[in-house]
């Protein structure tokens, strides 16, 4: 928005809002009961009384401290359901640098951030390709930032039309586009299957898609949202999503 990039603050703001709830859970895992962490199971049913076991794989912890630990195997990771904050962290740190070299490269924003969201698509399925024959879903789609970046990165075009694009009837078309792609995705891989051809290639296409198409509905609901001017609706979803219950709901469960 304006014109450089204060890496830095950037990182110290990123740092502050995640690292001072993230390593004291961590912490906590190594005090809990000596009887839970020595076999490294975490065992709900004797802490809260729900029938529910997490193996923690105690000795992989520094993996958690830098971040990293979801290249690990998914059954090998400790706290394996920080898997999304290992993503977040990395986009985090490597997205100003890259934003960076596009500003000294003199690289158009918009046209760099839709190439970058289209070769999302296809990592995804050169991974279904190449890597899953020999994987499994979890380990070789599920928790790995270059299968998942394209959320993000579509995040990150949708704030760059909130920002910069003044057009009201661009912002339109992006938002209608957001709607559109996956409805005409569902209806074209329906349509294919019943032609009965080349139902691998049908079954790769999905899976380099399913995952960003639920993400472009996410982020039609937000743009229709944070519109200055909206239909009764949208006035009405916004309200609901500004409740402060919900708010603090999100704060306790990030």
Known sequence: RYGDIALPRFYARRALRLLPAYYPAMLFLFLAEPSQVKPAILDFNHILGIDWQIDLHMPNWGANLLYFNNFLPWDRQFMGWSWTLAIE???????????????????????????????????????????????DVQNAMFVKSHTRYGSIQLGVICAYYYLFVKDVAARKRFIRWLFLGPVLFVVGVVLWKKTGMFLGAREVTIRSAHHYLIGSLICWVVMNVIEPV???????????????????????SY
Do not use: C, N
């Open 89 to 135: 962290e990395q986009f985090y740190i490597t997205f100003p640098l890259f934003l960076m070299f596009v500003f000294k490269r003199g690289w158009p924003l918009l046209r760099t951030f839709v190439i970058m969201f289209a070769l999302a698509f296809v990592v995804r399925a050169i991974v279904a390709v190449v890597v899953l024959p020999h994987s």
């Open 230 to 252: 909206k239909p009764m609706f949208w006035r009405f979803v916004d309200r609901l999503m500004s409740t402060r219950i919900l708010f603090i709901l999100a704060q306790v």
